[in-house]
């Protein structure tokens, strides 16, 4: 069955500290891995990585992707208070439907 | 904004009841997903429609029931509805059944 793991499940830090999310994944042909940003409602897209793609960065945040360990970090330094979400990571499974993890709780205090 | 658009936002429902959730894609998407997101389980998948037809099926009960029209909103239903159907319900939509998906705002189903 394929699955998606993320850790820890909830995190809180300081503003500034930098924290690292993770994510690993079982799953047959495997083609791509997703993270989203959960605020509020609606989950937002951050990053997609592929074989051909396996870091990304956007400003504070970026990802990296394991292929060899069957997983994925995402980074986010200098962490501020707009920071505080739910971090979820996905794989395509069966056809085109995302498979999520049950996402990580991270909390940024002032 | 997204450009997935989803109404109710709220649904507040007694047991039993049957509601049905509304789903607009983003312009040019022809392909919507449904998911569930409740405390304890995550965002799991529902059901996906492609240009009208259904492409695959998650661990959606037999209580719920969707379909994609021929403008390509959808609507999800759920009838006799039960207190651990309360959740948020979310859409979303991609362009041809792709990995990238675009998610609504979600509609809060409480269900007394």
């Known amino acids: 069955e394929d699955k998606v793991v993320q850790s820890p499940l909830s995190l809180v830090v300081h503003e500034g500290d930098t924290v690292t999310l993770n994510c690993s994944y079982e799953?047959?042909?495997?083609?791509?891995l997703l993270w989203y940003k959960q605020e509020k409602k609606a989950p937002t897209f951050l990053f997609m990585l592929?074989?051909?793609?396996i870091e990304k960065k956007s400003g504070r945040l970026s990802s990296i992707l394991d292929k060899k360990e069957l997983s994925s970090i995402l980074n986010i330094t200098a962490t501020q208070t707009g920071d505080s979400a739910i971090y979820l990571c996905?794989?395509?499974?069966?056809?085109?439907?995302?498979?999520f993890g049950e996402g990580t709780q991270l909390t940024v205090n002032p | 904004d997204s450009g997935v658009t989803q109404t109710p936002k709220h649904l507040i429902t007694a047991t039993g009841q049957r509601v049905t959730l509304r789903c607009s894609p983003r312009s040019g998407d022809l392909s919507v997903y449904w998911y569930q997101q409740s405390l304890d389980q995550g965002l799991q998948f529902l059901i996906q429609y492609y240009n009208g037809e259904e492409r695959a099926k998650g661990n959606i009960l037999e209580r719920f029931s969707a379909q994609q029209f021929p403008d390509l909103h959808s609507e999800l239903n759920l009838s006799s509805l039960e207190l651990g159907d309360s959740a948020l319900y979310f859409c979303?939509?991609?362009?041809?059944?792709?990995?990238?998906?675009?998610f609504g705002s979600g509609t809060q189903l409480s269900v007394l």
């Open positions: 996905a794989v395509p499974t069966s056809g085109s439907r995302l498979t």
């Open positions: 592929t074989s051909s793609g």
């Open positions: 979303a939509s991609s362009r041809t059944g792709g990995e990238k998906l675009f």
């Open positions: 799953v047959t042909n495997f083609r791509s």
